[in-house]
Every structure is written in C-alpha cells, then in structure tokens.
C-alpha cells in the first residue's frame, strides 16, 4: 500500500474500483434496488447539505480579489473544457458510440474537484487560498452551470435532458446546498472541525452512487455492448483530454504572465474534474440504466488525474515547478 500511495493510489481508489468490480459481478436487483436507489438519493442530499454548510463566503470574497486567476479558471472549467469536449467528440464520435460521446460530454462541463485540487496545490508550493477560492465557486457555480450546459450541448446532438431531470436536480441538490448554506452559520464551524464526518458522507455517497450505477448497468445487460476495444478508445481519447487540458493550462499561466503559485492553482483547479459532483448531478440527469456507461469516461479521467497530479506535484515540491 506504501508503494500505491506514491504514485497517487490510495485506500480510497481501491475501495473505488472495488465498488465497481461488486457492482459488475454482484449487482442489486428486486427490492434490494429499489432500497439502493432511496439510499442513494438521501445520501446525496446529505453530501450537498453538508458542502453548502462547510462552504465559508469569506474564502470566496478573499479569492475573488484575484481576478485573473479566478477568471482563467473558471473559463477553463466552464468554456474551454466544453469546446475541447465537443471536438474530441467531433473527431471520435464514430469510434466511441453515442453512450460514450454523452459521457465524455458531461465530463467537458463538470466543476474541477476540491480537496484534491488545493491539496495538489499546496503540496507544489502554490496559492493555496486562490485555489480554495477557484474550487470552491468552480463547485457553487457548477450546481447550476453544469445541469444547464449538459442540457444545451445535448439538445443539439442525440441526447436530451427533460424538465423532470431539473426537478431533481433542485430537489435532490440545489435545495439541500441552499439549506446547508442557510444552516452554515450555526453549524459550519462544526462541519468544518469534524473532517471525518464529511469525509465519509463525500466518499460513502460515492462509494454508494458508484455501485448503484454499474449495478443497474449490469441488471439491464448494458455492459454486454461495452467491448475491450471499446474501452481502449475511451481510455486513449479520455488520455488525450487531459493532456490537452493540462497542457493548455501551463501555456494559460505563461502566456497570462501568473505568477508561479498562482500558476500551480489555475493547473490543479483548470485541469480537474469532479467525481464528487459528477456522480450525483449524472444519478438526476440521467436513466438509472445508463449512468453506468456515460460516467465511465469521468470514472478514468478522475483515476488518471489523481495520478499524474499526485506524480507532478511531488515532483514539483517547490514554487517554480508547474
């Protein structure tokens, strides 16, 4: 285990792909489905209570002074990711198929990840408080910006979000992240001193949205249609992703003339995307059947960036390095 926590696995990774493998080979049917499925919405209600009550608005003001960093992160998040993501569907869409390419669409307008972000970026010496800040509005605005790109980029091709999605996006996430921000005045310091507490709703609400989607894409036969050669496609176009992404993000840095820790921030927040927010808000949009296969491209690109961030940021170790 020593040897996978410096290459960027973790206990958490293996219990991930754990959890997909259970679900592939021993999946929920009958009434233990429908338990899984009522659990799974509770447990996401609960996750964005608990991130809108630990969310503090003074990390967010004090960020917001840094307008070039915060500017090119979001448009990284929210344009650039979303252009790069309709032309690698462009010039791969015939060899992916129309699951895939709805996945990789939906990765391209996911918020950057959190604690993995600024964790990254403090380990390589970079401004921690602008990618608290950066993360943090990534994952607010993501809320509502990512509901609504999925709906206008898959309106234009073969998917479609209906208004019964929106409804549940509201109810199951934007109701518990506004109460929780309501709520964070008497027990956000709480959240905020008890890690544990919300570590384990964040990773167990993953844990339990990971194998609720692959089970159910298992009961209804949908990972028959999923070959090797498939899967190489994705894995090799998901590769290019983020390399695209992470290259554009240290020719943003330079070309914009950052600073080095606020260039190790725009890198770590520009070119990440969360599984935390990405599962949930796929579990609303989504048929229970399908959410499987589309997230299974954010699945490789969430375990491929874990690694090459964990490898360049103990490389770096210092300001100066990305």
Known sequence: MRFLSKIGIDLYMVLLLATVCLGLLIPARGLAAEVLKDLTFWAVALLFFLYGAKLDPKAIRAGLLNWRLQGLSFAATYLL??????LLVTLFGPFLGTTAVLGFLFLA???STVQSSIAFTSIAGGNVPGAICAASLSNLLGVMLTPA?????????????GFDAVIKIAIQILLPFVLGQLAMPWIGAFIRRHRVLSMSVDRGSILLIV???FSAGTVSG????????DLAVISGVVVLFLALAMG???LAGQIFGLDAPDRAALFYCGSTKSLAS?????????????????????MIYHMLQLLVCAFLSQKAAVPHAV
């Open 211 to 213: 194998y609720s989607a």
């Open 222 to 229: 949908l990972w028959a249609t999923v070959s090797g050669g």
């Open 109 to 111: 307008v996911l918020p």
């Open 81 to 86: 990711f979303p252009l790069l993501g309709l």
């Open 149 to 161: 790109l999925v709906a206008l980029m898959l309106n234009q091709g073969e998917g479609e979000v």
């Open 248 to 250: 554009l993000m240290v």
């Open 278 to 298: 990405g599962l949930p808000i796929a579990t609303a949009l989504f048929a229970p059947e399908t959410v499987g296969a589309i997230v299974l491209p954010l």
